[in-house]
Each structure stands twice: as structure tokens, then as C-alpha cells.
């Protein structure tokens, strides 16, 4: 099946419930493979497959990431192992733990960015190459573009389809506004007006850089905020309390950079800021997938969302407009200036 579903839907219920269900925990071998483009994601799915199989005891769940040593040809009763790609082929062909043959459901989780990343796409493609030709395959994400699409039906040929029209796939319960400002300085004062005028349960905010993410945190963190910086240059285990401290609301911002613009779901963010509006380095135009996958962070199972962006140039506005006429939205104008107004769509 392929399966494109917005942002906070259910997508990792609906794949978890389906390894579950096809698992013979009689059985001491692995009977499913679940791959996620990185080790926040598959620590977070992990933590939804154990809630969803705490009544079933005998059911085993390993991790395949970055850090769990293992040594070759040693026996894994695990049934379900959740990983990322890399760490996930070597324990199927260098360290042989798991056989391939065993596999019943192989799951391929936020499958966009798994098949367009050229490192993800060899390897996913080499553990499902593995596969017997019964094994049913899973890709779900909430954004495929027409290569992606066409890659991801020569993987899974025949297979179950569920789309989304585009207009569908920004989420109604996000209400999402545009702040014009004229420099950075300007940024972060709006911010601040943003931060002063609206009560804010947990909010994510979104820089292109982690010399902006680590600048604004300072700024931020000055002003009396608790807040926690998330870029890509920290080790695993480093990010993963980052987002732990996070989702236990110990600091109330998390600011970074694309790193934790997918699957990331801490159910209390109600406003996500893109203090620097998403650009695909390539084509140098607005990164409509990432933006979508970026303010999917709130408005998670239906809640009420709240989505800013900042723009300030020709440049920025120009992409805000991409942006519009790809989902074909209206963002509307917000002034940082007018407290009221800014009190009133944090209370809608």
C-alpha cells in the first residue's frame, strides 16, 4: 500500500496496528521491519508500538539504530525491529541477525524523504530487495511528489493507493498567517510581540541555519523563555533528550532547523513559527513539502493549529505566494504591531 495522510492523522497507529496484528509471538524470530528516516522518529514510533502492544506481553521490540551494538550471527527473538535505514541493513546482510526471508509486513515510514535521499533510498531498497514476494509492504508519508510517486510504484507495484487532492493536504484546524518585516531585528521583535500577546501552550520555531536557531535561542532565552535548541550537528542521544525534555514541557520553545521538521509529535504545540520560510537549496524556490511537514507539527489529531511566517524581502514574499498557489490557500496578513489582533487569533 501507499498511503498519504496529513500531518497528526494517524499514520503511525495505522502501520504499528498493522505489524502487531501480523506477528506470531510464538514465533522467536523478526517478522517485521519498520525504517524511519531518522532516530527521533524511530525512537518515537517504537515508544507507540510498545503503548499499542502493552497487553501483549510476548511480543519483542528491538531498535535498530545508531548505538545498539550487536554482534554477528547472534540470535534475535525480536519480532518487531523499528530502525534507521543504515544501522537497519547492517544487521540484515553484515551481522546477519535478522532474516529477511522471515519478514511478513516491511514498513517504510515518512517514505518521501526515504526514497529522495540517495543514502536511505540504496539502502531501503536493499533490505526490501530481500524480501519473499508475500511480504506485504507498507510506504506512508504526507507529501509525494510525481518522482517520488513514480519511484515509489516501481518498489510496490500494484499497489493499494490512498491520496490525498493537493487542497487537501494542509489541514483545515491550522489556521496559518504571514508577519512582513524588514530585517532580522524586525523578525525577532514580532516574535516577541507573539510570544507577549498570546498564551502559548508549546511552540516550535523553524530556521533555515543552526547560526540563526542558536542566535534567536540566545535572544529568547534572555528575554525569560525556556527554550531548547535542536540542529543537526548534536549526537543522537543528544537530540533525543533534547526532544525528551521537550515533550515532558521542561522548556516550552524548541527551536531548530529541518531536523525535526517530520513525524516529531509532541501533542501540546499549538503555534509552529517559520521564522525562516523553507527553501529547496536546488531549485532555490519555496520547499512546499517541507512547509507542510513543518506546520504539521500542531494541529495534531484535529486540534486547532496555529502557523506564522515570517517574510522579509521580495524574495520571501515571492515563496509565501509558491507556497499559496501550490495548496491553494490564502495566508493571511498579520500585524506584529496590533496586540490585538494578535490576541485574537491566539484565542480562535
Known amino acids: 500500500m501507499i498511503a498519504q495522510s496529513q500531518s497528526g492523522t494517524g499514520k503511525t497507529a495505522a502501520f504499528v496496528l498493522t505489524m502487531l496484528s501480523r506477528v506470531d509471538s510464538a514465533q522467536p524470530y523478526t517478522q517485521c521491519l519498520c525504517l524511519a528516516p531518522t532516530y527521533e522518529l524511530a525512537l518515537q514510533i517504537g515508544q507507540v508500538c510498545e503503548q499499542m502492544a502493552k497487553h501483549m506481553p510476548d511480543v519483542k521490540i528491538a531498535y535498530a539504530v545508531r548505538g545498539q551494538r550487536r554482534a554477528r550471527g547472534e540470535r534475535l527473538d525480536a519480532h518487531i525491529v523499528i530502525g534507521t535505514p543504515g544501522t537497519m541493513l547492517d544487521w540484515c546482510t553484515k551481522l546477519r541477525i535478522i532474516n529477511l526471508k522471515n519478514v511478513r509486513v516491511f514498513v517504510l515510514d515518512e517514505a518521501d524523504v526515504m526514497i529522495d535521499t540517495q543514502g536511505h533510498q540504496d539502502q531501503s531498497i536493499r533490505i526490501q530487495r530481500g524480501l519473499v514476494k508475500g511480504c506485504q509492504m507498507l510506504l506512508f508519508s504526507a507529501t509525494y511528489d510525481a518522482k517520488v510517486m513514480k519511484f515509489a510504484q516501481d518498489v510496490v507495484p500494484n499497489a493499494v493507493m490512498i491520496r490525498l487532492r493537493r487542497e487537501e493536504e494542509t489541514l483545515v484546524n491550522i489556521k496559518q ?140 514574499m515571492a515563496m509565501l505566494k509558491e507556497i499559496e498557489a501550490h495548496f491553494g490557500i490564502k495566508v493571511l496578513r498579520l500585524d506584529a504591531d496590533d496586540f490585538d489582533e494578535i490576541e485574537r487569533i491566539g484565542n480562535a
Open 177 to 316: 498567517y504571514f508577519i512582513e518585516c524588514t530585517s532580522q531585528d524586525a523578525k525577532f521583535q514580532a516574535l516577541s510581540n507573539i510570544y507577549g500577546a498570546i498564551s502559548i501552550g508549546q511552540s516550535m520555531i523553524f530556521c533555515h541555519s543552526k547560526k540563526t536557531a542558536s542566535s534567536l535561542a540566545e535572544k529568547m532565552t534572555a528575554e525569560g523563555h525556556a527554550v531548547a535548541l535542536l540542529s543537526g550537528e548534536l549526537e543522537v542521544d543528544q537530540r533525543a533528550a533534547v526532544i525528551q525534555r521537550f515533550r515532558e514541557g521542561k522548556e516550552k520553545v524548541l527551536i531548530t532547523t529541518n531536523v525535526s521538521a517530520r513525524g516529531i509529535d509532541v501533542e501540546q504545540v499549538t503555534v509552529v513559527v517559520n521564522f525562516d520560510l523553507p527553501v529547496d537549496y536546488n531549485t532555490r524556490r519555496a520547499d512546499c513539502e517541507t512547509y507542510l511537514h513543518r506546520i504539521g507539527r500542531t494541529g495534531r489529531f484535529g486540534k486547532n493549529g496555529l502557523a506564522i511566517n515570517m517574510v522579509d524581502g521580495a524574495r520571501t
